[in-house]
């Protein structure tokens, strides 16, 4: 699904932010994707759906080379979770932005109409739909933000920090929701207990290099390792 | 700062108030904007010296409070905004016009102040007509009629985006101007040294959070245009709501009612 | 200066609902031409951040009171005129709406004032060709300053030909302007202040934000600091100058029409009221009456607004070298 062989990415000062990144995930996988901040993990994904671009090396995406000539095509077949949902969610109510994308893509009404409610039930939040976004709370626009993806019915779905800012109910939810989702997944956070219980891998960065990438017990009970990359052991495994 | 607190609460409330299921909410938002305009229309048309005819008026925003269970005080603190102008233009119409038209004891009423009186009244109706507006129709369904009505989509795009993000931002202002105030005590507004950071900083960070927006908008396949579920269907109680409304309010203006009932009474 | 409903006619509010639509629609065609569509959630939240800024108050420096943004410089400053003045009208729709600012009827007049000037002459005639052969610190301050005060002074003026031209009000038209147009200095100054801070800021900070920077420009040399001041100087002199002598040129200016009613028997407890108004403000005012005292001479009136642009020269330079003293701090710290 994603093959990404030798990636350099640069700012325009000359700063490295990834350094010959070589990943490749399956369908229906679920990845966690963590690191520092800083690490470039936010890029990483950015880079997938070309909202970055000049990179070096070679990203592809369902045998899609990422280039503007296909972004479109990669775009439609991937969700992109922001971690600021208000940045994700601009429309006035909840049904306006979950419809957006496939209104976008130019369904007919039925479909948009049954693309909504599937996505609405899929997370649960069908007594949400007529609502305004800016009356909701926190963990409500977080539900809201990936029910806006999965009306694109994507085979790929990108989050970035999506436990961040919720509260311990909101974030058990959330979990949930992640493991019913079928998709190919590649989840960024540096919430090291969330990844335990949504990802089999997990991909640590440092200093824009590929640290570790493997099981994620394995990965994320190396305390050294961890360490090294600026992060701590997950707090289950701190005694 | 507390207008900001306001600014915030009364967005809420108005958004709450207008979103009541209740009939006159319910009928078709292009019906109620044009019957404000016409309303207002009417209103400032009458003669500066036409106070009985004037009074009359006060018919539609009575029945509307009524209709729709409003409550008047609310719409109260909305007057203050615009009245302080009109009283200051107005003020002046008694010292320039002072043709007497009669005694009420030793007190002589003139011309100039029948005048002021009428701009100030005119002032308190335009204003109840839009709060009335507003109480009864949301801000996507006034879009949705201007979309009606060909106001061109690029700007109604934006006055829902505006209104998505006005209360986030009045928040974002009352933290910084909060965090300013602790750290600046005694200080009635914000020195003018941190004029330029203050403000810059904010604007710096809306172009981050535009162009973020941006960039969620095109992964979800943006090409320029908008779709809002907003819907609605004239149907017939609309249409009588309407001729019902348009045929009083021009009853009002071309027959002298209220005189006619002083002859009656008086 | 929001018009309200009450203050026009609908022949009036008519004609101005024509004029700001012609404005639009050419906006409209050419925000389409250049065909951006990032500039659509750009505006919709620049009109959401102006909205914000207005209730900020910002403390004029050596007074108690506090100054307000509007917008309309700031935002064609950033977006363009035509982009700048949709997004006005956006702001203006919900101003009145919502807030009550205004009027649905004075919506065509309110666009017009504040919109209309605001973003294009404000734009077009002021800001572009002062940065047409690139920007530098001082050229903003000028521009903003000049900007905010010309497009005010021309809303004020057209506040008032619209309230007469309904025939709302029994003031002479003199007299209505002359009180009018200085309270509007006053307030352009303070906004045109505001706006240049910030502006000033974007530039340090972002500069391709603002509206038509250009790299390649700024090698060019620029006006220096010096002579940019020397300029504002001399146009805020002029400006003030012939506004003072203005102000003083008609007979029937709004003292002595009050000075005649008060002489009169029977309005004479509101004669007082105004009287005590007046006392306040000689009390409060940095040069009462305008002029000196006794002296009706059209160059003591002159002198007066001479020595009133030389404090507003004073309070620019004051707060230019706050910029940079400011900006120096940041450097130090950063």
């Given at each position: ?19 010959n ?5 399956k ?60 940045s ?20 007919a009404?039925?479909?948009v ?12 939040i069908?007594h ?7 009356k909701?709370s ?5 539900l ?13 779905i ?47 960065l ?14 994320l ?11 701590e ?7 | ?23 006159v909410n ?25 106070l ?20 008047f ?18 003020i ?19 011309t ?36 009606l ?7 109604v ?18 933290r ?12 009635k ?11 810059g ?25 908008f ?40 | 200066?929001h018009m ?8 009036v ?25 990032k ?7 620049m ?32 977006l363009?005129p ?44 002021i ?25 005010l ?6 506040v008032?030909?619209?309230t ?8 002479p ?27 000033v ?6 500069p391709?934000l ?63 009221v105004?009287?005590?108004?007046a ?43 706050a ?11 950063s």
């Amino acid at each position: 699904m994603i093959d990404i062989k030798n990636l350099i990415f640069e700012y325009d000062r000359g700063i490295r932010v990834l350094d010959n990144i070589s990943l490749s995930c399956k369908n229906g996988e679920s990845v966690g994707l963590v690191g520092a901040n800083g690490a470039g993990k936010s890029t990483l994904l950015k880079l997938l759906v070309g909202i970055a671009d000049k990179y070096e090396g070679e990203i592809k995406v369902d045998g899609l080379d990422v280039n503007k000539k296909n972004i479109s095509k990669i775009r439609e077949k991937t969700g992109y979770v922001f971690q600021d949902y208000d940045s994700q969610l601009f429309m006035p109510k909840v049904v306006d932005d979950v419809a957006f994308a496939p209104v976008n893509y130019g369904f007919a009404k039925e479909e948009v109409d049954r693309r909504v409610d599937k996505a609405l039930t899929q997370i649960n939040i069908e007594h949400l739909r007529d609502r305004h976004i800016y009356k909701l709370s926190g963990g409500e626009k977080k539900l809201v933000s990936i029910a806006t993806i999965l009306s694109m019915e994507p085979e790929i779905i990108l989050m970035d920090e999506p436990s961040i800012a919720l509260d311990p109910k909101n974030r058990r939810n959330l979990i949930n929701i992640l493991n019913n989702l079928g998709q190919l997944k590649i989840i960024a956070s540096h919430d090291l207990d969330m990844i335990m219980d949504t990802c089999k891998r997990t991909v640590l960065l440092s200093g824009g290099r590929i640290a570790a990438d493997g099981d994620t017990r394995e990965v994320l009970s190396d305390k050294e390792l961890l360490e090294s990359a600026g992060l701590e052991l997950p707090l289950r495994l701190q005694k | 700062m507390s207008r900001l607190d306001n600014a915030i609460h009364e967005l809420n409330h108005i958004e709450d108030v207008a979103g009541r299921d209740q009939w006159v909410n319910n009928i078709h938002p292009l019906v109620k904007l044009a019957l404000t305009i016409i309303y207002i229309i009417i209103v400032v048309s009458f003669g500066k010296y036409n106070l009985s005819g004037l009074i009359g008026m006060a018919v539609y925003p009575a029945a509307v409070f009524i209709l729709a269970e409003l409550s008047f005080k609310d719409s109260l603190k909305r007057l203050k905004v615009v009245l302080p102008f009109v009283c200051i233009v107005g003020i002046f119409n008694p010292f320039f016009d002072r043709i007497p038209i009669y005694n009420i004891g030793s007190f002589t009423v003139t011309t100039g102040m029948i005048s002021m009186l009428t701009l100030v009244i005119k002032g308190v109706f335009s204003v109840l007509a839009s709060y009335l507006l507003i109480a009864i129709t949301t801000i996507e369904e006034i879009c949705f009629a201007l979309r009606l009505i060909h106001v061109p989509s690029i700007i109604v795009t934006q006055v829902m985006l505006m209104y998505r993000y006005i209360s986030m931002l009045i928040g974002e202002v009352e933290r910084i101007t909060k965090a300013y105030s602790l750290r600046a005590p005694g200080q009635k507004g914000i020195h003018f040294k941190v004029w330029g950071s203050l403000v810059g900083q904010l604007l710096l960070r809306s172009m981050d959070k535009a162009e973020a927006v941006y960039e969620s908008m095109c992964l979800r396949g943006f090409n320029g245009n908008f779709y809002y579920s907003e819907k609605h269907k004239f149907v017939m109680s609309d249409i009588i709501y309407f001729a019902v409304w348009l045929i009083i309010l021009l009853v009002f203006r071309f027959v002298p009612i209220v005189r006619a009932f002083g002859y009656i009474f008086g | 200066m929001h018009m309200a409903d009450a203050l026009i006619v609908p022949a009036v509010a008519a004609t101005m609902y024509v004029c700001s639509s012609a404005a639009a629609a050419y906006s409209v065609k050419k925000v389409r031409l250049e065909y951006e569509p990032k500039k659509i959630p750009v505006m919709g939240i620049m009109g959401a951040f102006v909205f914000a800024t207005q209730m900020i108050n910002f403390t004029i420096p050596g007074t108690g009171s506090s100054g307000h943004l509007c917008g309309g410089m700031l935002l064609s400053a950033i977006l363009g005129p035509f982009a700048g003045f949709l997004t006005m009208i956006g702001v203006l729709l919900i101003q009145c709406l919502l807030f009550a600012d205004g009027g649905l009827l004075a919506l065509g007049c309110n666009v017009w004032n504040m919109a209309f000037y605001g973003c294009f002459i404000g734009a077009l005639l002021i800001w572009r060709p002062i940065m047409k052969s690139g920007m530098s610190r001082a050229k903003i301050i000028v521009a903003s300053v000049l900007g905010c005060v010309i497009t005010l002074q021309l809303g004020a003026f057209s506040v008032t030909l619209e309230t007469l031209a309904s025939g709302i009000t029994e003031l002479p038209f003199k007299t209505f302007l002359t009180a009018m147009q200085p309270i509007h200095l006053a307030i352009g100054l303070v906004e045109g202040l505001i706006t240049a801070a910030v502006l000033v800021f974007i530039y340090e900070a972002r500069p391709e934000l603002l509206w038509g920077y250009k790299e390649e420009m700024q090698k060019k040399p620029a006006l220096s600091f010096k002579t940019t001041l020397v300029i504002l100087s001399v146009v805020a002199l002029l400006i003030a100058g012939g506004l003072s002598l203005f102000a003083s040129s008609y007979p029937d200016g709004l003292e002595w029409s009050i000075e005649k009613l008060t002489g009169s028997t029977e309005l004479e407890a509101v004669g007082n009221v105004y009287e005590r108004a007046a006392d306040i403000q000689d009390a409060t005012a940095l040069l009462p009456d305008y002029a000196f005292k006794d002296s009706e001479s059209a160059l003591g009136t002159s002198f007066s607004g001479i020595v009133g642009s030389l404090v507003v020269v004073a309070v620019c330079v004051a707060a230019c070298y706050a910029f940079r003293f400011f900006r120096r701090k940041r450097s130090v710290a950063s």
